[in-house]
């Protein structure tokens, strides 16, 4: 059997500011041990697309994210231990691998009296006085953080809500302002929960503040992706995985505001002197959901070898479109503002939905206005042993983008945190496969005179 | 009086005569899919050995997976049960048995001689001697044999994948690198041992530990889990049988609690015949 | 056809074997069948408009083959079973789909559903997470839109007098159901877990008088009849559902009698009545989020691990008092999530009142389910 040699399994990233993302990483990690040594409360956190984060973060406490803090433990090669652990708890292993990695971990933390245990990579995660899950995306996300209470005894868990309505009931007439009354209710709910809590009241000037700074932050951040529409593309998912992370954890930064600008700057210089991400580029695709962290240097590997630019990926871990500005006309309560945010977030491709006739629209609908906008030759479906809401829809979404655009699709199975089930050779094999099925599909197209 | 004790198992099939002072018989007979049925030879065979007549058992349960139809057994009790109870009548001071056989494993708790927990793995070949047997079979050598060549390693290679067909290929990968086959060995041992161990965990392991089943044959892989719950096991003399023989002892007890009038109706009613499985296919397979 | 009709359990037999048969003749008769995703969907707002609710179940007998191309292996294997029958036209007859945010599993497959099964009327239910004050508020909105949906299709509005009487209906039923389950107090009790079985899946596929009809034959002819159940160790069953006998025999074959069942066909959507409230969708909201105990609700966390177990599964200590239960079995259908993040909570619980726990993953296939036996005869054992 004839070995391939791979690449170094840390990916080269294309962008000089996606190489300094990695400050972003510590600075969260360092900020909570910080706040811990002083004393300051700390919350974990799901990620909550703005939704309860910046309310939380605005009322003094510190918030850890045990979803990143999974995948930090995967890419070191940690997680294992912690896998076990959760594995002799009685979780079954079939359970979200982020969620049995903090399980696991936690565990170890009240083995050893709530006190970080001195081994835990990357300084661990403090001790919390809330946890805060949230009900949008999957219901790992808050059972998760209901398991917990085996371990953090009283530390109290708050639900926060996310309304899934499907497409057409979205455009029942009112529904959708119920939707946003709904959320901002909670909303109100959580508030008077955290000032009980933590005994002090709520900053709304410091919480204005944050979400100027957010709002901000996530056009600039939406403005790269346009950039990415270029020919050939100026950037890969191999940056945005480290890019990423500014926008979904520290959106009210001003850091990560000047770290956009740096980011979008090299983008733009890079279109406008048609440099791209990756020398030859040949074909152009669409990866989802999330990537193996571990083997990142995979998309290298088929980078060069095919001329395959991942263009554009998981939807879920973008900014936003910028709203419409009717949308926040007249609003001047910030919470007001947050739930339409975090709203618009999993709304904001109905209409596109409604055109491709692809309900609903947190499915793939995204992904078909992207082949278009993108265009892409090709789908790489990542389904996630350990995550399935990431890969309930992603053999649809292959289906329509099938039928619906003539851009075809490649499956190869993976995970977030078990590294055995993503197989390099055998990917590399399906990819250079595959790269003879997306020479046909373009045929196709260019037969039905598709514009790409 | 005699009873009988008949284990018949995904591989072996095994047969404990008793009375009530001593074993009289014991037979461990390989029972591929082939032989599955002819269970009742495998029972011949030791009654001709204890010298006693098949009349004159007065208890017979049968055990193991293919406890469900057999035409001559008064009673079938599950394996988990009878190998508690062979343990505990060999070694008293046992609390965790960890039972590794050709198509499962499984760890027993026991306390004052009762079964209080226990737990299977599940629909998989990792952590059972089936996945040892590939593996063998993949490196070329003799199952009987892993266990002792992987004794010689010095340094155990590292096999990252519990699911078999990975595992095979990683064995394979490791071969064509030039690593020593004992390596790979001590390596497959490892990971085998480290999966069952997780598994028993879950039941929590307190000594004192046995290993019973196919698997404490191995002394590879007895060391290997000895490492992994960190102190010493105990394995019975002949670990085969005491599943076979925990049946024997319970059919003794339960011959205790029937009347002499039932006993010979159930004798004169017992025929010695072949055995049927539940799943079609192996009852039509001659 | 049979010409003499059968009653009582033999009918339930008959209705659970042949599912969709009782809906299909009354669709020849001209009533309107709504099928729906597991025990959320309120069926009251269905009777009221005189359409026939079905409750969409899978198919352990039917290995799963269209599905795989819709839906990844890591789903959970009911809901894939469930829509593999939908692709193999097992629910053509149906006029109205009903899907609803219950689970991830539930909701993704309902919504990928529509996609693939086309029906003349669909509606996606959302449903909160929570059971706060605004989220009940907001669920009777979403119950609202759910009635609306379904008056416009049919052309009928529903008046608050007719939602009231088949509120009361429901009612009626869920009593019955609690009379019949009171059956399997004695020991041994008196209906089998698998006749069980058969008769709630019935109450599943017919309309709510013929389901409350045949409860009353049922419970007549269960305390008339000599008892014909052996005595076994008496076992609750928690977690996901169960909606095959192949299931409930190897249970009961292995030494065990079933006699309450904490799943989404057993207490849960029966256990409690709706209020009888001046707006009907008040109660009815309440009903659906606060009462129906799938794990999939989020309750608010207690002040310690102890209470907040107790307020979560505190009806548990009841069920096992009530049944005089000696084990329990926490069944998890492979990839269910919402009672798989549970087990060792659960397991802890019980281990509070002194019961032990049985926890099988299983594959939702009877071609499966021998091999799991050894677990139960063994867990019969420990008990017994």
Redesign the interface.
């Known amino acids: ?1 004839e ?1 391939k040699e791979f690449k170094t399994k840390k990916s080269a990233k294309t962008l000089q500011t996606a190489r300094e993302a990695g400050y972003f990483g510590k600075k969260m990690l360092t900020s909570a041990l910080e706040a811990q040594k002083e004393g300051r409360p700390i919350g974990w956190s799901m990620v909550t697309w703005w939704e309860g984060d910046l309310i939380a973060k605005a009322m003094g406490m510190e918030l850890v994210y045990p979803e990143n803090y999974g995948a930090f433990c995967a890419a070191v090669r940690r997680a294992e231990p912690y896998l ?1 652990i959760a ?6 292993n ?3 691998g982020y ?1 049995r990695n903090c399980i696991g971990y936690t565990k170890t933390l009240a083995d050893n009296n709530l006190e970080v245990p001195a081994d835990a990579p990357g300084g661990g995660l403090a001790k919390p006085v809330l946890l805060i ?1 949230s ?1 949008a995306a ?3 996300r ?3 953080f ?2 917990l ?2 371990y953090l ?2 530390v ?2 708050w ?1 926060l ?1 996310m ?7 979205f455009y ?1 007439p009112g ?1 959708k302002e ?2 946003l009354a ?1 959320i901002l ?2 909303l109100k ?1 959580f508030v008077g929960f955290l000032e009980k809590l933590l005994g002090n009241k709520m900053d709304y000037d410091r919480l204005e503040e944050m979400l100027a700074q957010t709002l901000k932050t996530l056009r600039l951040a939406y403005e790269v992706d346009v950039l990415r529409k270029t020919v050939p593309s100026p950037m890969v998912s191999q940056d945005f995985w480290s890019v990423m992370i500014p926008h979904l954890y520290l959106p009210e930064d001003p850091e990560a505001y000047e770290f956009y600008q740096k980011v979008y700057d090299e983008v733009k210089t890079k279109v406008d002197n048609h440099i791209g991400a990756i020398p030859n580029e040949r074909y152009r695709m669409m990866f989802s959901e999330l990537p193996p962290w571990h083997s990142i240097g995979f998309f290298d590997d088929i980078a060069e070898k095919f001329g395959i630019a991942m263009v554009i990926e998981s939807w879920n871990y973008h900014a936003i479109k910028p709203m419409p500005a009717e949308e926040l006309e007249g609003v001047t309560d910030p919470l007001e503002v947050i739930a339409r945010l975090s709203y618009h977030k999993f709304t904001e491709d109905n209409d596109t939905a409604r055109r491709y006739d ?3 629209g947190f ?1 793939n609908a995204r992904y078909l206005q992207w082949a278009e906008d993108y265009r892409a030759d090709g789908f790489l479906a990542h ?4 995550c ?2 990431a ?6 979404t292959k ?2 983008l099938e039928e619906k655009l003539k851009v075809p699709g490649v499956v190869i199975d993976g995970d977030i945190i078990d ?2 089930v993503f ?1 390099p050779d055998e990917a590399f094999s399906k990819m250079e496969a595959f790269v003879e099925t997306m020479d046909h599909y373009r045929e196709l197209r260019r037969k039905a005179e598709m514009a790409w | 009086m005699f009873f009988a004790g008949l284990d018949i198992g995904s591989t072996i099939t095994k047969v404990v005569i008793k009375n009530e002072k001593k074993i009289c018989a014991t037979v461990i007979k390989p029972t591929g899919a082939e032989h599955r049925r002819l269970a009742h030879k495998v029972m011949e065979d030791a009654l001709s050995k204890a010298g006693v007549p098949f009349e004159d058992v007065d208890y017979i349960i049968a055990t193991g997976y293919g406890r469900i139809n057999v035409p001559f057994a008064d009673r079938q009790v599950t394996e988990i049960t009878c190998h508690m109870r062979g343990v505990n009548w060999l070694f008293p001071a046992v609390k965790t048995i960890i039972d590794i056989g050709g198509q499962d494993s499984k760890g027993i708790k026991v306390e004052n001689g009762k079964l209080v927990n226990f737990i299977m793995n599940d629909k998989c070949a990792a952590g059972t001697g089936r996945f040892l047997e590939i593996i063998a079979g993949v490196l070329g050598v003799k199952l009987e044999e892993i266990g002792e060549l992987s004794l010689k390693s010095t340094r155990p290679s590292d096999i990252s994948n519990m699911c078999t067909v990975f595992a095979e290929q990683e064995a394979l990968l490791r071969l064509s690198e030039g690593t020593p086959v004992e390596d790979i060995l001590a390596g497959i041992h490892k990971a085998n041992a480290s999966r069952i161990h997780s598994m028993v965990k879950k039941i929590k392991i307190e000594p004192e530990v046995a290993i019973t089943g196919g698997g404490a044959k191995n002394r590879g892989l007895c060391k290997a889990l000895e490492e992994k719950v960190g102190f010493p096991v105990v394995v019975p003399p002949e670990p085969l049988i005491t599943g076979a023989l925990g049946a024997a002892l319970i059919a003794g007890e339960q011959i205790a609690k029937i009347d002499k009038e039932e006993l010979q109706e159930r004798q004169k009613k017992r025929r010695l015949e072949a055995v049927t499985f539940f799943d079609d296919e192996s009852t039509k397979a001659r | 056809m049979s010409g003499a009709k059968s009653t009582g359990l033999a009918r339930a037999a008959e209705l659970y074997s042949v599912r969709g048969q009782r809906a299909r003749e009354l669709k020849q008769e001209g009533k309107k069948i709504f099928g729906y995703f597991c025990c959320y969907p309120p069926i009251e707002i269905m009777t009221a408009l005189d359409i026939v609710p079905v409750r969409i179940l899978g198919n352990m007998d039917e290995p799963i083959t269209i599905a795989d191309g819709y839906l990844p292996p890591v789903m959970c294997v009911f809901c894939r079973s469930a829509f593999d029958i939908g692709m193999k036209k097992s629910y053509d007859y149906f006029d109205g789909f009903v899907g609803a945010h219950a689970c991830d599993g539930a909701e993704r497959t309902a919504l990928i559903w529509t996609n693939y099964i086309k029906t003349p009327c669909n509606f996606h239910l959302d449903i909160p997470h929570t059971a706060h004050n605004s989220a009940v508020d907001f669920f009777k909105q979403q119950i609202a839109y759910f009635q609306q949906a379904v008056e416009k299709f049919i052309g009928q509005k529903i008046s608050p007098e007719a939602l009231k009487d088949a509120v009361a209906r429901h009612n009626r039923q869920r009593a019955l159901v609690r009379d019949l389950y009171d059956l399997r107090k004695p020991d041994p009790p008196l209906i089998s877990g698998s006749e069980m079985l058969q008769v709630l899946i019935a109450l599943m596929c017919i309309p709510v008088e013929e389901g409350n009809v045949l409860l009353e034959e049922v419970i007549q002819e269960v305390r008339e009849r000599p008892n014909v159940q052996a005595k076994k160790s008496r076992l609750l069953i928690w977690g996901s559902l169960i909606d095959n006998t192949a299931f409930t025999d190897l249970i009961e074959s292995s030494g065990l009698n079933i006699v309450v069942e904490d799943t989404a066909i057993g207490t849960r959507p029966f256990w409690h009545d709706i209020e009888e409230t001046q707006d009907p969708l008040d109660g009815i909201a309440e009903h659906y989020l606060k009462e129906v105990l799938c794990p999939r609700t989020f309750r608010d966390s207690g002040p310690s691990y102890q209470e907040d177990s107790e307020m979560r599964f505190g009806y548990l200590k009841e069920f096992a008092k009530y049944w005089k239960v000696d084990g329990v079995f926490a069944n998890i259908i492979r990839n269910c999530d919402v009672h798989g993040y549970e087990v060792p909570v659960i397991k802890d619980y019980f281990a509070g009142l002194g019961l032990p726990v049985l926890v099988i993953e299983q594959d939702y296939s009877t071609a499966a389910l021998e091999t799991l036996r050894t677990r139960f005869q063994a867990f019969a054992e420990t008990i017994g």
Do not use: I
């Open positions: 059997m070995k076990e594995d002799a708890e009685g979780y079954p079939t359970l979200c969620a899950s009900g999957c219901d790992a808050y059972k998760w209901q398991a209470g085996r005894n009283g109290p868990v639900t809500e309304p899934q309505t499907g497409l057409k009931e029942l529904n119920k939707n709904f209710e909670e709910e692809a309900s609903p499915f389904p996630l042993m350990s399935r809401p890969t309930y829809t992603l053999l649809h289906n329509s590294l055995r197989n």
